[in-house]
T-cell receptor, first 112, second 114 residues
Framework: QQQVKQSPQSLIVQKGGISIINCAYE??????FPWYQQFPGKGPALLIA?????SEKKEGRFTISFNKSAKQFSLHIMDSQPGDSATYFC???????????FGTGTRLQVFP | ETGVTQSPTHLIKTRGQQVTLRCSSQ?????VSWYQQALGQGPQFIFQ???????GRGNFPPRFSGLQFPNYSSELNVNALELDDSALYLC?????????????FGPGTRLLVL
Protein backbone atom coordinates (compact mmCIF):
# COMPACT_ATOMS: atom_id res chain seq x y z
CA GLN A 1 0.00 0.00 0.00
CA GLN A 2 3.03 2.23 0.40
CA GLN A 3 4.24 1.64 -3.16
CA VAL A 4 4.25 4.02 -6.06
CA LYS A 5 4.26 2.24 -9.41
CA GLN A 6 5.91 4.05 -12.32
CA SER A 7 5.88 3.37 -16.05
CA PRO A 8 7.42 3.11 -18.53
CA GLN A 9 10.86 2.03 -17.38
CA SER A 10 12.43 3.76 -20.36
CA LEU A 11 11.21 6.18 -22.99
CA ILE A 12 12.67 7.37 -26.28
CA VAL A 13 11.24 10.56 -27.76
CA GLN A 14 12.19 12.68 -30.72
CA LYS A 15 13.09 16.31 -30.17
CA GLY A 16 9.95 18.42 -30.10
CA GLY A 17 7.74 15.51 -29.08
CA ILE A 18 5.73 14.96 -25.91
CA SER A 19 7.11 12.73 -23.17
CA ILE A 20 4.55 11.14 -20.85
CA ILE A 21 5.41 9.26 -17.66
CA ASN A 22 2.74 7.66 -15.51
CA CYS A 23 2.52 6.79 -11.82
CA ALA A 24 -0.09 5.02 -9.71
CA TYR A 25 -0.50 4.72 -5.96
CA GLU A 26 -2.69 2.86 -3.49
CA UNK A 27 -2.49 4.84 -0.28
CA UNK A 28 -5.21 7.51 -0.43
CA UNK A 29 -3.60 9.26 2.52
CA UNK A 30 -0.72 10.50 0.36
CA UNK A 31 -1.00 14.27 0.22
CA UNK A 32 1.89 15.52 -1.90
CA PHE A 33 3.16 14.26 -5.25
CA PRO A 34 6.49 15.62 -6.52
CA TRP A 35 8.44 14.73 -9.63
CA TYR A 36 12.21 14.65 -9.52
CA GLN A 37 14.74 14.79 -12.35
CA GLN A 38 18.09 13.08 -11.92
CA PHE A 39 21.13 13.34 -14.16
CA PRO A 40 23.93 10.72 -13.97
CA GLY A 41 26.16 11.29 -10.97
CA LYS A 42 23.82 13.87 -9.46
CA GLY A 43 21.16 13.89 -6.76
CA PRO A 44 17.48 14.19 -7.69
CA ALA A 45 16.26 17.73 -8.31
CA LEU A 46 12.66 18.80 -7.70
CA LEU A 47 10.96 19.49 -11.01
CA ILE A 48 7.31 20.11 -10.19
CA ALA A 49 4.85 18.99 -7.51
CA UNK A 50 1.11 18.80 -6.99
CA UNK A 51 -1.34 18.33 -4.13
CA UNK A 52 -4.48 16.19 -4.47
CA UNK A 53 -6.84 19.17 -4.36
CA UNK A 54 -5.93 20.20 -7.92
CA SER A 55 -6.17 18.19 -11.14
CA GLU A 56 -3.42 19.85 -13.12
CA LYS A 57 -0.35 21.99 -12.59
CA LYS A 58 1.79 23.50 -15.30
CA GLU A 59 5.24 25.04 -15.06
CA GLY A 60 6.77 25.94 -18.40
CA ARG A 61 7.02 22.80 -20.54
CA PHE A 62 6.24 20.52 -17.60
CA THR A 63 2.67 19.58 -16.59
CA ILE A 64 1.39 17.24 -13.91
CA SER A 65 -2.04 15.71 -14.45
CA PHE A 66 -3.63 14.27 -11.33
CA ASN A 67 -6.59 11.86 -11.23
CA LYS A 68 -7.60 11.41 -7.62
CA SER A 69 -10.37 8.89 -8.26
CA ALA A 70 -8.07 6.67 -10.33
CA LYS A 71 -5.15 7.24 -7.94
CA GLN A 72 -2.91 8.10 -10.85
CA PHE A 73 -0.76 11.02 -11.83
CA SER A 74 1.42 11.73 -14.81
CA LEU A 75 4.18 14.03 -16.00
CA HIS A 76 3.96 15.55 -19.46
CA ILE A 77 7.02 17.17 -21.00
CA MET A 78 6.04 19.28 -23.98
CA ASP A 79 8.48 20.11 -26.78
CA SER A 80 11.00 17.62 -25.37
CA GLN A 81 14.65 18.62 -25.78
CA PRO A 82 17.89 16.59 -25.74
CA GLY A 83 18.74 18.38 -22.48
CA ASP A 84 15.70 16.73 -20.90
CA SER A 85 17.42 13.35 -21.23
CA ALA A 86 17.59 12.13 -17.63
CA THR A 87 15.90 9.75 -15.20
CA TYR A 88 12.57 10.94 -13.82
CA PHE A 89 11.10 9.79 -10.53
CA CYS A 90 7.60 10.30 -9.27
CA UNK A 91 7.12 10.28 -5.52
CA UNK A 92 4.42 10.54 -2.90
CA UNK A 93 4.59 11.88 0.59
CA UNK A 94 3.12 10.49 3.76
CA UNK A 95 1.05 13.08 5.66
CA UNK A 96 2.71 14.87 8.56
CA UNK A 97 6.12 13.54 7.59
CA UNK A 98 8.78 14.38 5.04
CA UNK A 99 9.11 10.74 4.05
CA UNK A 100 8.99 10.35 0.28
CA UNK A 101 8.04 7.09 -1.41
CA PHE A 102 9.68 7.02 -4.83
CA GLY A 103 8.72 5.21 -8.00
CA THR A 104 11.28 3.05 -9.77
CA GLY A 105 12.21 5.73 -12.29
CA THR A 106 11.89 6.32 -16.04
CA ARG A 107 14.94 6.83 -18.17
CA LEU A 108 14.09 9.39 -20.83
CA GLN A 109 16.19 9.80 -23.96
CA VAL A 110 15.39 12.63 -26.35
CA PHE A 111 17.02 12.35 -29.74
CA PRO A 112 17.59 15.33 -32.08
CA GLU B 1 21.88 30.53 -0.22
CA THR B 2 24.03 27.38 -0.20
CA GLY B 3 22.65 24.05 -1.36
CA VAL B 4 22.90 20.63 0.26
CA THR B 5 26.44 19.31 0.33
CA GLN B 6 27.66 15.80 1.08
CA SER B 7 31.04 14.27 1.76
CA PRO B 8 32.85 12.29 0.65
CA THR B 9 31.71 11.97 -2.97
CA HIS B 10 33.00 8.40 -3.32
CA LEU B 11 34.07 5.77 -0.83
CA ILE B 12 35.32 2.20 -1.03
CA LYS B 13 35.05 -0.07 2.02
CA THR B 14 35.33 -3.77 2.67
CA ARG B 15 32.67 -6.00 4.13
CA GLY B 16 32.41 -5.73 7.93
CA GLN B 17 33.83 -2.23 8.12
CA GLN B 18 32.06 0.86 9.37
CA VAL B 19 31.42 4.07 7.44
CA THR B 20 30.35 7.62 8.26
CA LEU B 21 28.78 9.87 5.64
CA ARG B 22 28.23 13.58 6.18
CA CYS B 23 25.65 16.10 5.04
CA SER B 24 25.31 19.86 5.38
CA SER B 25 21.74 21.01 4.96
CA GLN B 26 20.62 23.93 2.84
CA UNK B 27 20.78 27.27 4.62
CA UNK B 28 17.67 27.79 6.74
CA UNK B 29 16.60 24.14 6.68
CA UNK B 30 16.19 22.26 9.96
CA UNK B 31 15.23 18.77 8.82
CA VAL B 32 17.49 16.18 7.19
CA SER B 33 16.42 12.93 5.56
CA TRP B 34 18.67 10.15 4.31
CA TYR B 35 17.92 7.88 1.37
CA GLN B 36 19.65 4.87 -0.17
CA GLN B 37 19.55 4.58 -3.95
CA ALA B 38 20.68 1.28 -5.40
CA LEU B 39 21.77 1.23 -9.03
CA GLY B 40 18.78 1.59 -11.34
CA GLN B 41 16.32 2.06 -8.50
CA GLY B 42 14.47 4.90 -6.84
CA PRO B 43 15.70 6.29 -3.53
CA GLN B 44 14.58 4.40 -0.42
CA PHE B 45 13.93 6.33 2.81
CA ILE B 46 16.33 5.42 5.62
CA PHE B 47 15.44 7.94 8.33
CA GLN B 48 14.87 11.59 9.08
CA UNK B 49 16.24 13.91 11.75
CA UNK B 50 14.53 16.97 13.19
CA UNK B 51 15.78 18.95 16.18
CA UNK B 52 18.57 16.40 16.65
CA UNK B 53 16.09 13.55 17.13
CA UNK B 54 15.20 10.71 14.78
CA UNK B 55 11.79 11.55 13.33
CA GLY B 56 10.76 8.53 11.30
CA ARG B 57 12.58 5.50 9.97
CA GLY B 58 12.24 3.25 6.94
CA ASN B 59 12.83 -0.49 6.69
CA PHE B 60 16.53 -0.43 7.49
CA PRO B 61 18.28 -2.43 10.24
CA PRO B 62 19.69 -0.80 13.40
CA ARG B 63 23.22 -0.91 12.00
CA PHE B 64 22.11 2.16 10.05
CA SER B 65 22.20 5.04 12.50
CA GLY B 66 22.45 8.78 12.35
CA LEU B 67 23.01 12.04 14.11
CA GLN B 68 21.92 15.61 13.63
CA PHE B 69 23.98 18.44 15.08
CA PRO B 70 22.84 21.84 16.44
CA ASN B 71 23.76 23.46 13.11
CA TYR B 72 21.40 20.95 11.42
CA SER B 73 24.17 19.08 9.64
CA SER B 74 23.90 15.32 9.84
CA GLU B 75 25.82 12.06 9.73
CA LEU B 76 24.80 8.63 8.53
CA ASN B 77 26.68 5.74 10.11
CA VAL B 78 26.59 2.20 8.80
CA ASN B 79 28.17 -0.61 10.83
CA ALA B 80 29.12 -4.11 9.74
CA LEU B 81 28.97 -3.22 6.06
CA GLU B 82 27.48 -5.77 3.69
CA LEU B 83 27.93 -6.05 -0.07
CA ASP B 84 24.30 -4.98 -0.59
CA ASP B 85 25.04 -1.67 1.13
CA SER B 86 26.77 -0.57 -2.08
CA ALA B 87 24.64 2.32 -3.30
CA LEU B 88 24.34 6.07 -3.68
CA TYR B 89 23.46 7.63 -0.33
CA LEU B 90 21.46 10.81 -0.62
CA CYS B 91 20.82 13.46 1.94
CA UNK B 92 17.84 15.81 1.59
CA UNK B 93 17.06 18.87 3.65
CA UNK B 94 13.79 20.67 4.22
CA UNK B 95 12.18 23.22 6.49
CA UNK B 96 9.68 21.74 8.92
CA UNK B 97 6.58 23.74 9.71
CA UNK B 98 5.68 24.82 6.19
CA UNK B 99 2.79 23.16 4.41
CA UNK B 100 4.39 20.15 2.84
CA UNK B 101 8.05 20.70 3.04
CA UNK B 102 9.99 20.53 -0.20
CA UNK B 103 13.05 18.36 0.04
CA UNK B 104 16.27 19.41 -1.64
CA PHE B 105 18.77 16.67 -2.36
CA GLY B 106 22.51 16.73 -2.25
CA PRO B 107 24.70 15.11 -4.92
CA GLY B 108 25.11 11.94 -2.88
CA THR B 109 27.95 9.76 -1.68
CA ARG B 110 28.62 6.67 -3.76
CA LEU B 111 29.62 3.79 -1.48
CA LEU B 112 31.17 0.62 -2.83
CA VAL B 113 31.52 -2.33 -0.47
CA LEU B 114 33.96 -5.04 -1.57
Amino acid sequence: QQQVKQSPQSLIVQKGGISIINCAYENTAFDYFPWYQQFPGKGPALLIAIRPDVSEKKEGRFTISFNKSAKQFSLHIMDSQPGDSATYFCAASIPNTDKLIFGTGTRLQVFP
Amino acid sequence: ETGVTQSPTHLIKTRGQQVTLRCSSQSGHNTVSWYQQALGQGPQFIFQYYREEENGRGNFPPRFSGLQFPNYSSELNVNALELDDSALYLCASSLAGTRKETQYFGPGTRLLVL
